[in-house]
């Protein structure tokens, strides 16, 4: 769920810090104060479009953070799908933190953040698809998709999921084997040319005889040759250094010799102490002359090699081609070769090629079918249930002899299976079942999602929902039945709502009151959570308007109290 909100610079907002709960929160506030401005942030850190006018203060960013707290297994496994940045040790019993963060410069750059770590505005909208439904008036491209109608109704199938994996490993399958055969059926028109061309780079490679590490063993005795007189040189007066005299008729070795003789002749006197040192010196002794004498040798035998220098120069210039035509590295020209082979084998063998893709492909094509088959049935059934749930919904919000139809119909195969899904409805008596897309009326869209949301509110593992002003154009008993389906949502889900509505708003677990103020001669929006007293004032004036009267607070009390016996009613039924 969403449990915190910070925003700052933005639009009417200076500065604003919101704690969200489980449950049912609701804003409300005077019309202008804001609520919108808020909800706007909130879409502008799920990968929203801003402009640089949204900016406040043109000499500091505008900032937009957004705290969830995920338990739903599912979800953080889909998360961790999408590479999603969760620090260590972020992952324990209670479930994940999620941090989205969007920052917004007076230019009107953005950039976008989850955990603290740069994504794209793109990922942020996939991953918000996993954590948060935002319905408005305006919010309803899913409903008047009909694309989108079969993914809404397998929500309400539990059982589909595994289905659907299934169908995308086929469709994946099917669609691979058919781009082979395109492929084969078009390139066995230039069989021959294409042959001649492998057989060409085939034999090159082969004939280059190039093994691995070749590259870098020559790498490697190219410079000592380039550098074998300063190799010679050094390794020469090194030797020379540790056993050649020096003025005083003495060298390294020699010292560490009378060293080790003077200490040998008294060392039977104290051995205690004398033993552990002639013992080092006897060993750096031989260690020198060792090292001397290697590098004499090494010295001695050290020629340089004019030829074999220009043998190494030919040779990696020799791999450096093939390098250039068939891959970086040694492995990538291995690979190029042995698929260079591969694909040979199939065009000389073109027809056998051919017929056993095309055995896998109708193979892959039953399959599908039969998966498809059981998903249809699934949706079927399905679509029965929903349509009556939906209608029985709709008609306790404020339609007249509502209808609502799941048209389910053969389609074209896809990885969604064979089936067309378009939902429709009827919303006036005497009218026909029309699709969602051709309802005009905003209101009406938003009393049909929400039907869907509360017969999906089981099924559905968005953790957060968000509704924008769904009431607009209702009231009486039903602007009630809307108060108890958010509600209702809400037992399964954090549910967050704007509205003018003082029977939603007496439904919440969570009131949350918006105001707007003057403050240094400009306009500041500000968030404030209500406790009783104030809920009790707050309703009043939702009810009363300007002029609060005992009665109208009396009323308050009364709302307030059958919403709590309401929601305890079905919290029983629930349990």
């Keep these: 769920m969403l449990t915190h909100l910070r925003v700052r610079n933005i639009a009417l907002i200076d500065e604003a810090e919101v704690d969200f709960e489980q449950g049912l929160n609701v804003l409300t506030g005077e019309t202008g104060a804001g609520k919108s ?12 479009r801003g402009s ?14 957004l705290l969830f707290q995920i338990d739903n297994k599912a979800v953080i496994d889909r998360l961790k799908e999408l590479e999603v940045p969760f620090p260590d040790g972020d992952l324990g019993p209670d479930g994940a933190s999620l941090l989205i963060s969007r920052r917004f410069s007076p230019s009107g750059r953005s950039s976008c953040l989850v955990n603290d770590s740069m994504v794209t505005a793109d ?23 009909p694309a ?56 090159e490679i082969e004939q280059a005889h190039w093994e691995k590490d070749e590259e870098e063993n020559l790498i490697q005795e190219r ?35 009378q060293a080790a003789a003077l200490i040998r002749g008294v060392s039977s006197y104290d051995p205690d102490f004398f033993d552990p040192y002639l013992s080092s010196l006897t060993d750096q002794y031989s260690i020198l002359s060792d090292i001397a004498s290697s590098l004499q040798s090494y010295g001695d035998d050290l020629e340089g090699d004019p030829g074999r220098l220009d043998q190494i120069e030919d040779r990696i210039s020799q791999i450096l081609h093939i390098k250039e035509k068939y891959g970086r590295t040694y492995e990538q020209v291995m690979a190029y070769y042995d698929k260079t082979k591969t694909e040979m084998d199939k065009l000389r063998n073109l027809e056998d090629t051919i017929g056993q893709l095309q055995k896998k492909k109708a193979a892959s094509d039953a399959a599908m079918k039969s998966i498809s088959g059981r998903m249809t049935a699934l949706r079927t059934k399905a679509g029965a249930r929903i349509e009556q749930e ?48 051709q309802i005009a009326s905003g209101g009406e869209m938003s009393r049909v999602m929400l039907a869907i949301k509360t017969v999906l509110a089981k099924e559905d593992q968005i953790g957060t929902m968000i509704f924008d002003e769904i009431d607009t154009g209702i009231s009486g008993r039903t602007a009630q039945s809307v108060a108890e389906k958010m509600s209702r949502i809400a037992l399964y889900h954090q549910v967050i709502c704007v509205t003018h509505l003082p029977q939603i708003a007496a439904m919440a677990d969570t009131h949350l009151r918006i105001e707007k103020s003057a403050q240094e001669g400009r306009a500041v929006t500000q968030v404030y959570p209500l406790d009783q007293g104030s809920i009790r004032q707050e309703l009043a004036r939702m009810l009363g308007g300007a002029r609060i009267t005992e009665a109208v607070l009396a009323n308050a009390d009364e709302m307030k109290k059958l919403a709590d016996d309401w929601k305890a009613q079905k919290r029983r039924e629930e349990e």
Excluded: C
């Design 37 to 48: 401005i808020l909800l706007g942030a909130i879409n502008l850190a799920l990968g929203g």
């Design 52 to 65: 640089k006018d949204m900016v406040r203060d043109k000499n500091r960013p505008g900032e937009v953070d």
């Design 123 to 145: 990922k942020i909208r996939t991953i918000s698809s996993y954590l948060i439904d935002i319905h408005g008036q305006h919010d309803h491209q899913s409903l008047l998709n």
């Design 148 to 203: 989108s109608h079969i993914d809404l109704l397998d929500r309400f199938i539990s059982q589909i999921g595994p289905l659907k994996e299934e169908m995308q490993k086929e469709w994946t399958q099917a669609s691979q084997l058919q781009k082979e055969l395109d492929h084969y059926q078009e390139t066995g028109k230039d069989r021959a040319r294409l042959l001649s061309l492998m057989e060409f780079e085939t034999q």
């Design 223 to 257: 410079r000592r040759l380039r550098a074998s007189q300063k190799l010679k040189e050094a390794s020469l007066e090194a030797s020379a250094l540790l056993e050649e005299d020096d003025q005083d008729g003495a060298s390294p070795l020699s010292r560490i010799d």
């Design 390 to 437: 939906i209608t029985k919904v709709l008609s306790t919000l404020q339609f007249d002899d509502p209808l609502f139809k799941v048209d389910i119909e053969p389609g074209k195969m896809s990885a969604n299976g064979a089936d067309k899904v378009t939902f429709l409805i009827r919303t006036n008596v005497g009218e026909e079942v029309k699709p969602l897309s």
